[in-house]
């Protein structure tokens, strides 16, 4: 057989087949065409060479196909390089940068740690301290601003009851009770901040109530001055034989409504006017309406009104 040349030897005669495997190899003929060429050219051949050939283009076709696939995949296997090659480039530089702002919080928090614990240490044991000294400043400046209110309570309460004793001797009653007044009104004031159990508070209550007694006791008398009784026993009636003796006199002192005003102010004028009604109505109005062949006489001098019954 010659180079080149494909015979095949059968009973039939010996066949050349050299430019049908040409044809049927070469790729500008489609798989139609190489049927057709090879059903005409082989077909006083026995089947059996007949699907011999069928295999061998078969396969050359399918190692064709297979080499086709590979190139194609080769090329997305480049696409794909390429593609992840461009993302890396620019993420890199993204994560580089990351990590270094990770890093420079990693160190910042470490600082701030450190801090934390230096501030923890020594700066929380000082600050400790402070506070105590800041509350026992605090406590001590609280102990002196109340000794600086009762000692300025006291110098007003001093003030007061030297004015209180002015006041009394000259009969200046009203300033006496408005001073009295005051008085109370400090005193209760110390006892309300929870200094009562001070002695110089105690004394200042005793005193208190000795000026209270003596306020009392001057306006009593001046009442007594502007109001004088006459009258019988106090057991005794009123009756035709002693309704000549009972006599009332309104003296007319100097400030007699500054002694009423007063007497308003330390609460008595209400008792005192009681007591004077009921005497009047017992020892003057009862007798001239109950009995008989009696009238009232008055008397009016200068400084003296002078009430009395006749029979």
């Known amino acids: 057989m010659h180079s080149g040349q494909f015979k095949i030897n059968t009973q039939s005669g010996l066949y050349d087949f050299t430019d049908f495997c040409v044809c049927a190899k070469a790729e500008c003929y489609p798989e139609e065409d190489i049927s057709s060429q090879l059903n005409s050219s082989t077909s006083d051949l026995p089947d059996l060479t007949r699907q011999f050939f069928c295999d061998l283009l078969e396969k050359e076709d399918l190692g064709m196909r297979i080499g086709k696939l590979s190139t194609h995949i080769d090329e997305i296997k480049g696409e794909i390089y390429h593609a992840v090659h461009e993302k890396y480039a620019n993420y890199r ?47 001590q400046l609280e102990k002196t601003n109340a000794i600086i209110d009762v000692l300025l309570s006291q110098c007003k309460v001093n003030s007061l009851l030297t ?3 002015s006041f009394v001797q000259n009969s200046e009653f ?5 001073a009295v ?71 007319h002192s100097e400030n007699p409504a500054v002694t009423v005003n007063a007497m308003n102010e330390v609460g008595i004028l209400k008792n005192k006017m009681q007591v004077f009604g009921k005497k009047l109505m017992e020892y003057i109005l009862k007798p001239v309406v109950t009995l008989s062949n009696v009238a009232p006489s008055i008397n009016a001098a200068k400084k003296l009104l002078s009430f009395s019954i006749k029979s």
Not at 122 to 133: K, M, R
Not at 174 to 178: F, N, T, Y
């Open 174 to 178: 009203l300033q006496a009770a408005d």
């Open 93 to 139: 530089p993204t994560r580089d940068s990351t990590q270094e702002l990770h890093n420079k919080v990693q160190t910042l928090s470490t600082e701030m740690q450190t801090l934390s614990n230096k501030i923890k240490g020594d700066i929380s044991s000082q600050l400790n301290s402070s506070t105590s000294d800041l509350q026992d400043l605090t406590r």
């Open 181 to 251: 007044n005051e008085l109370k009104s400090d005193s209760d004031v110390l006892i309300e901040d929870g200094y009562c159990e001070l002695k110089i508070v105690k004394a200042l209550r005793s005193e208190l109530r000795v000026n209270q007694e003596t306020l009392l006791h001057h306006l009593g008398e001046a009442w007594s001055a502007m109001t004088v009784w006459t009258i019988p026993h106090a057991k005794e009636p009123v009756t035709l034989t002693n309704v000549s003796q009972v006599q009332l006199k309104l003296v």
């Open 163 to 165: 004015d209180f004793q």
